[in-house]
């Protein structure tokens, strides 16, 4: 067997946007180094500060350098029948798939990471970068930060993880089956093993326990690997895949509960890596005051943390339409209800649909009578029930409670008969959420598709 030693110098850390500016491959037959080849490479772009000052490379030396298309059959050539091997093998691997597709060539090798062999082979080390770890081994590098000095000093860490290999490791890994090579360098493949085939909320750490994302899941295992999957070459996936070290996970009883409890983690915790979420919010409430000459109000404005209200609408028009639709049944004033903006009266006064509390004609306890029947209705249309449904095991039954149409909490339950005697019973049992219409919209769905699972309170 044939292993190809890669390590490449770039413009920067996604292969979508920047180019490669050195490669160098050794060719390793398990026991030496059989064939070298390194090469600078023009980027047709300019090399950043950052990475000169690092590297050492700049535009200068890279000016007669060969284009990457140049170069792309040779390099195809040594890679394609070899284990590609590297210290963070998924940067460089989609760095030189990514680009050598855009030059017409198909790369498709097996992989091995030396930094997740490290952390397999030579366990309790303090730092598996490249540079510490081979101090801490005493493997010399020389030209550290270049491709041909880096390649080397992983040739020879590749040589002693061989020799560490007594229980069939690598061969292990190199297996169809295993999933090792798509997991992140830091993520252990064990934490990803024990996790179970059902619905429940992960949560991805970076190497202080921090959360960095949370997920949810129909089948936990399944989705955390879905993460990894494929070789997308962009730069929020590669720094996403260097944050994980570790996952953590709670277990759900059905995708709905997952949904809900993803949707509350990710409001408490602001996870960096949660960006549509995060976005969400309620657009629009309607809610009801009393103005200074005493009249009950109804207005439809953008959602308010702290003040309750009445109802809730994804958009502008749904809320007015809500509106529009309680003024002409209850026959309220358009212009106190805020839907015309008119000075004096309004001009449904006119057609007999407003009484005139709008210019002092109809008193405020006979229009506020008309308003409290409206507010009536608008709390009738608030439901209270339950959705039963399958809990953690076979021995559990799941709760989910809608209290006069705001979602309060759920929980689990073993006894069939739980809901027999109300909802205040059940209560304390349950675990308490926030609701919005977000989870309220999922709950309805969820309660219109399965009525079965319904139960009103």
Same mark, same amino acid.
Not at 275 to 282: N, V
Not at 396 to 404: A, G, K, R, T
């Given at each position: 067997?044939?292993?190809?030693?890669?390590?490449?110098?770039?413009?920067?850390?996604?292969?979508?946007?920047?180019?490669?500016?050195?490669?160098?491959?050794?060719?390793?037959?398990?026991?030496?180094?059989?064939?070298?080849?390194?090469?600078?490479?023009?980027?047709?772009?300019?090399?950043?500060?950052?990475?000169?000052?690092?590297?050492?490379?700049?535009?200068?030396?890279?000016?007669?350098?060969?284009?990457?298309?140049?170069?792309?059959?040779?390099?195809?050539?040594?890679?394609?029948?070899?284990?590609?091997?590297?210290?963070?093998?998924?940067?460089?691997?989609?760095?030189?798939?990514?680009?050598?597709?855009?030059?017409?060539?198909?790369?498709?090798?097996?992989?091995?990471?030396?930094?997740? #062999?490290?952390?397999?082979?030579?366990?309790?080390?303090?730092?598996?970068?490249?540079?510490?770890?081979?101090?801490?081994?005493?493997?010399?590098?020389?030209?550290?930060?270049?491709?041909?000095?880096?390649?080397?000093?992983?040739?020879?860490?590749?040589?002693?993880?061989?020799?560490?290999?007594?229980?069939?490791?690598?061969?292990?890994?190199?297996?169809?089956?295993?999933?090792?090579?798509?997991?992140?360098?830091?993520?252990?493949?064990? $934490?990803?093993?024990?996790?179970?085939?059902?619905?429940?909320?992960?949560?991805?750490?970076?190497?202080?326990?921090?959360?960095?994302?949370?997920?949810?899941?129909?089948?936990?295992?399944?989705?955390?690997? $879905?993460?990894? $999957?494929?070789?997308?070459?962009?730069?929020?996936?590669?720094?996403?895949?260097?944050?994980?070290?570790?996952?953590?996970?709670?277990?759900?009883?059905?995708?709905?509960?997952?949904?809900?409890?993803?949707?509350?983690?990710?409001?408490?915790?602001?996870?960096?890596?949660?960006?549509?979420?995060?976005?969400?919010?309620?657009?629009?409430?309607?809610?009801?005051?009393?103005?200074?000459?005493?009249?009950?109000?109804?207005?439809?404005?953008?959602?308010?943390?702290?003040?309750?209200?009445?109802?809730?609408?994804?958009?502008?028009?749904?809320?007015?339409?809500?509106?529009?639709?309680?003024?002409?049944?209850?026959?309220?004033?358009?212009?106190?209800?805020?839907?015309?903006?008119?000075?004096?009266?309004? #001009?449904?006064?006119?057609?007999?649909?407003?009484?005139?509390?709008?210019?002092?004609?109809?008193?405020?306890?006979?229009?506020?009578?008309?308003?409290?029947?409206?507010?009536?209705?608008?709390?009738?249309?608030?439901?209270?029930?339950?959705?039963?449904?399958?809990?953690?095991?076979?021995?559990?039954?799941?709760?989910?409670?809608?209290?006069?149409?705001?979602?309060?909490?759920?929980?689990?339950?073993?006894?069939?008969?739980?809901?027999?005697?109300?909802?205040?019973?059940?209560?304390?049992?349950?675990?308490?959420?926030?609701?919005?219409?977000?989870?309220?919209?999922?709950?309805?769905?969820?309660?219109?598709?399965?009525?079965?699972?319904?139960?009103?309170?």
């Amino acid at each position: 067997m044939l292993y190809a030693v890669v390590d490449i110098e770039t413009t920067g850390g996604h292969a979508s946007a920047n180019g490669i500016t050195e490669v160098a491959i050794n060719i390793h037959d398990g026991s030496e180094i059989v064939e070298s080849y390194t090469t600078l490479i023009n980027p047709k772009r300019p090399v950043p500060m950052h990475i000169t000052a690092l590297t050492g490379i700049d535009d200068e030396m890279l000016v007669d350098a060969p284009s990457f298309e140049d170069v792309a059959l040779q390099i195809y050539q040594l890679l394609r029948d070899k284990v590609f091997v590297a210290h963070n093998v998924n940067f460089d691997y989609s760095f030189l798939k990514h680009h050598l597709a855009a030059a017409g060539y198909e790369l498709n090798c097996r992989k091995l990471c030396t930094v997740r #062999l490290s952390r397999k082979l030579i366990p309790g080390q303090p730092s598996y970068s490249l540079g510490k770890l081979c101090a801490a081994l005493q493997i010399p590098i020389q030209n550290r930060h270049r491709a041909a000095g880096d390649a080397d000093a992983t040739s020879i860490l590749f040589k002693l993880l061989l020799n560490h290999d007594q229980d069939g490791i690598i061969s292990e890994m190199l297996k169809k089956t295993s999933k090792e090579q798509v997991l992140p360098p830091h993520l252990d493949k064990a $934490s990803v093993t024990r996790l179970p085939n059902h619905p429940g909320v992960y949560y991805f750490k970076d190497n202080k326990g921090k959360i960095v994302y949370v997920g949810k899941a129909k089948d936990l295992r399944k989705r955390v690997l $879905s993460h990894f $999957s494929g070789n997308k070459p962009n730069r929020q996936r590669q720094d996403f895949l260097r944050t994980i070290h570790s996952v953590d996970y709670v277990t759900c009883g059905t995708e709905l509960m997952a949904l809900i409890l993803e949707a509350n983690e990710i409001r408490r915790l602001w996870p960096e890596n949660n960006r549509a979420m995060k976005r969400y919010e309620h657009k629009y409430d309607l809610y009801a005051f009393e103005d200074q000459n005493g009249y009950l109000r109804l207005a439809i404005d953008r959602h308010k943390k702290n003040i309750k209200a009445l109802h809730s609408f994804n958009n502008l028009l749904e809320g007015y339409n809500y509106l529009n639709r309680l003024v002409e049944k209850y026959q309220l004033c358009a212009r106190l209800c805020y839907l015309q903006k008119t000075v004096t009266k309004c #001009l449904a006064h006119e057609n007999g649909q407003c009484f005139g509390a709008c210019s002092g004609i109809e008193t405020v306890a006979v229009y506020n009578k008309r308003l409290n029947k409206a507010l009536l209705e608008i709390e009738s249309e608030q439901p209270s029930f339950a959705l039963v449904d399958e809990g953690r095991n076979p021995d559990e039954f799941s709760c989910l409670v809608v209290e006069q149409g705001k979602f309060y909490g759920m929980g689990y339950f073993t006894d069939k008969n739980f809901l027999n005697e109300g909802l205040s019973p059940i209560k304390n049992d349950l675990a308490v959420y926030q609701s919005n219409s977000y989870i309220i919209n999922l709950i309805l769905n969820h309660a219109e598709q399965y009525p079965q699972k319904l139960y009103k309170l």
